[in-house]
């Protein structure tokens, strides 16, 4: 339901934060079987979630500040883009930690 400064309240939209960890487990499965591009051929880092943005070209740490931030994001969010960005969180410091710069 839409509030008089045109934000939608948290009370219909909303999804638990557990909902969205149960969420998170099938793009976090489809990024461990390769359903999702990750790795660009120069070596850099994208954002499989994020296709339509400029910026497809991240170090390991600042993708992994991004899938967080907008994991753990505002409200207004979707729950699945969220979940979405858990996934890629995970994986990148569960599967890709490598990546990382010393």
Same mark, same amino acid.
Request: aromatic share 6%; net charge positive; proline share 4%.
């Given at each position: 339901?839409?509030?008089?400064?045109?934000?939608?309240?948290?009370?219909?939209?909303?999804?638990?934060?557990?909902?969205?960890?149960?969420y998170?487990?099938?793009?976090?499965?489809?990024?461990?079987?390769?359903?999702?591009?990750?790795?660009?051929?120069d /070596? +850099?880092?994208?954002?499989?979630?994020?296709?339509?943005? &400029?910026? $497809?070209?991240?170090?390991?740490?600042?993708? #992994?500040?991004?899938?967080?931030?907008? /994991? +753990?994001g505002?409200?207004?969010?979707?729950?699945?883009? &969220?979940? $979405?960005?858990?996934?890629?969180?995970?994986y #990148?410091?569960?599967?890709?930690?490598?990546?990382?710069?010393?």
């Open positions: 339901m839409e509030n008089k400064t045109g934000h939608i309240s948290d009370s219909s939209t909303d999804v638990s934060d557990s909902e969205i960890e149960q998170k487990d099938k793009p976090y499965e489809e990024l461990k079987q390769g359903k999702y591009r990750v790795k660009n051929p /070596g +850099s880092l994208r954002c499989p979630f994020c296709l339509g943005k &400029k910026k $497809q070209q991240w170090q390991y740490r600042d993708l #992994l500040q991004h899938a967080s931030g907008v /994991g +753990s505002a409200a207004w969010r979707k729950p699945k883009l &969220k979940a $979405q960005h858990l996934a890629l969180s995970v #990148l410091t569960t599967d890709l930690a490598h990546e990382a710069e010393g």
